[in-house]
């Protein structure tokens, strides 16, 4: 059985060439998002975008949650991906970065699709809690500050619905889960939320290997 392929600049051009459908669009706030500081690291890949638009249209979700939204790109992507009736709330910490991505909203005309919530993510789940909002979302797309991972997965798991699914970033963190000398608040609560999910009866689990991990949990 063949191992991971590893998928250097040219094998990845390559993936891009028969398969990405990023338009204008996504690209000028693709490439925006790059030029600022940390905006490339930060940011999904483009196929990680057209995986989260996948997901919701092969699901059907109608309601999304979004914890971190940063310029926005994953938010577009997931918004263009729900039926005319759905709803997105995505979750931030600062405004900032959020009315980076708001003219491409409009711009894709989506806009009215997408609640921005700012503040704490912690507080803002346990807010929707208080509001009657747990069991209401058919996708939850997690990739806020790591090192409240295991707090965002408790909390979401109480806001997706039964066979509705999360979807975790960052779970291979740049492979500093396997190194033994990294033990600073992110990659601890990246490992934690790895080992958690793991043992967790509630739920069913893939992790795949790609971009920079991506965790499936299917709550059950």
Not at 55 to 73: D, H, R, W
Request: charged share 25%; with cysteine.
């Amino acid at each position: 059985m063949a191992n991971q392929t590893a998928a250097g600049p040219e094998l990845l051009q390559y993936v891009r060439d028969v398969s990405l459908r990023e338009d204008e669009i996504l690209r000028d706030l693709r490439l925006l998002t790059a030029e600022l500081p940390g905006g490339e690291a930060m940011q999904v890949m483009a196929e990680e975008g057209q995986f989260l638009a996948f997901l919701i249209a092969s699901t059907g979700a109608a309601e999304v949650l979004e914890i971190g939204t940063f310029t926005g790109y994953s938010t577009l992507c997931m918004a263009r991906a729900l039926p005319p009736h759905g709803r997105l709330v995505t979750c931030d910490i600062s405004e900032r970065w959020p009315e980076i991505g708001a003219d491409y909203w409009r711009r894709a005309g989506v806009s009215e699709r997408i609640e921005v919530r700012i503040g704490a993510a912690t507080d803002t789940l346990e807010k929707m809690i208080a509001e009657g909002c747990s069991d209401g979302f058919g996708l939850v797309f997690i990739d806020g500050d790591k090192a409240n991972y295991p707090r965002y997965y408790e909390l979401a798991l109480r806001l997706v619905r039964p066979g509705g699914l999360l979807v975790i970033d960052n779970t291979l963190f740049f492979g500093r889960v396997i190194d033994p000398l990294a033990d600073d608040a992110d990659t601890a609560g990246v490992r934690e939320v790895n080992a958690r999910i793991r043992d967790d009866q509630r739920v069913d689990v893939c992790m795949l290997p790609v971009a920079d991990g991506i965790t499936l949990v299917r709550r059950k």
